[in-house]
């Protein structure tokens, strides 16, 4: 498959983690033709670094765009998806891994249906001195064909972690950039493609993804307004369905979802940060989501274990 690969780097004060990142795109078994990096002037070492790394990998053709001041996260991105001249792009967390045949796993899975608008994956977590902490299952390799956002949301909960993508750039071109609500907009970004085109999921760590409470997903949950719109947004999806039944389906799906999701981070503010008033907005909006939520043993367990760390 002669095909052009770029490999997209947002980062905003990565020195910690950038090198890492950067080391395991020049290890891969299919050679990238480009590295895009879109730094949200960072105040760190985070340029000289590039430059260290450039000097040290001649061979990759590596190009630099700062922004001349810091903009929201899922604008960065965008910038990536602008400056890729790639058939294909992966946009990696500067904090994360690929492995070295990620690249290699996608375009097998594009060679084989030429027609994908992404191939997406699921991954392993590292831990921030970069030791595996847990490792998916392999599954195979998951076909979602064009409309079919309801086995989407059930196979995966609307969520690939967005270094796992690759975008086959012929589509993601016609489909346009991220919106800018601020939080998680991969996840619609995705649906957006599965509405006029098939995309696939490889069932098993492809890449190694770093946790830790100080990146943005974490810090994203203290900002319940904010994720009151991601989560209508996501409610939204429902009208792209085929028909009333699967989009009545899909909704009512979403609402449980929405409903897990706000007991789930109500636990965690309250529990990591204190945030006891934010952790009972989230619990509130979560009952009024799907009421039988309530009744469950999860809800009260949460509670329980939230109240004890207090």
């Known amino acids: 498959m002669d095909k052009r690969i770029t490999i997209g780097i947002p980062v905003y004060n990565g020195e910690k983690y950038l090198l890492e990142s950067l080391e395991s795109v020049a290890k891969q078994t299919i050679k990238v033709d480009e590295i895009v990096i879109s730094d949200n002037h960072s105040t760190d070492n985070t340029a000289d670094l590039i430059k260290q790394f450039s000097k040290e990998h001649p061979e990759l053709k ?6 001349s001041e810091t903009i929201d996260v899922d604008k960065n991105f965008n910038k990536c998806i602008e400056l890729c001249t790639g058939d294909y ?3 990696l967390g500067a904090d994360d891994r690929l492995k070295p045949d990620t690249v290699e796993r996608h375009l097998s899975e594009f060679s084989k249906r030429p027609d994908l608008a992404l191939v997406g994956g699921l991954f392993d977590t590292i831990n921030l001195d970069g030791k595996i902490t847990n490792i998916a299952p392999n599954e195979g390799t998951v076909i979602f064909e064009k409309g079919d956002i309801l086995s989407f949301m059930k196979k995966t909960g609307f969520y690939m972690q967005h270094a796992t993508i ?16 601020g939080i998680a907009p991969d996840e619609r970004f995705n649906v957006k493609h599965l509405v006029k085109y098939p995309i696939a999921q490889i069932r098993e760590g492809i890449i190694e993804s770093r946790i830790h409470e100080g990146q943005v997903t974490n ?3 203290l900002r319940f307004n904010d994720k009151l719109l991601h989560f209508k947004a996501n409610l939204d999806m429902a009208k792209y369905e085929s028909t009333p039944q699967r989009r009545k389906m899909l909704q009512k799906l979403l609402k449980e979802w929405i409903a897990g999701q706000c007991i789930s981070i109500g636990r965690k503010v309250w529990k990591n940060y204190g945030e006891y008033g934010i952790a009972l907005k989230y619990w509130n909006y979560g009952i009024k989501q799907s009421p ?9 367990k949460t509670i329980a274990l939230s109240v004890l760390h207090r």
């Open 62 to 67: 590596i190009r630099v765009h700062r922004n």
């Open 89 to 91: 792009l992966i946009l």
């Open 166 to 181: 690759m975008f086959n750039m012929k589509y993601t071109r016609n489909i346009g950039y991220f919106d800018l609500l």
């Open 219 to 221: 810090l994203e949950r």
């Open 292 to 300: 039988k939520n309530l009744i469950t043993k999860h809800f009260w």
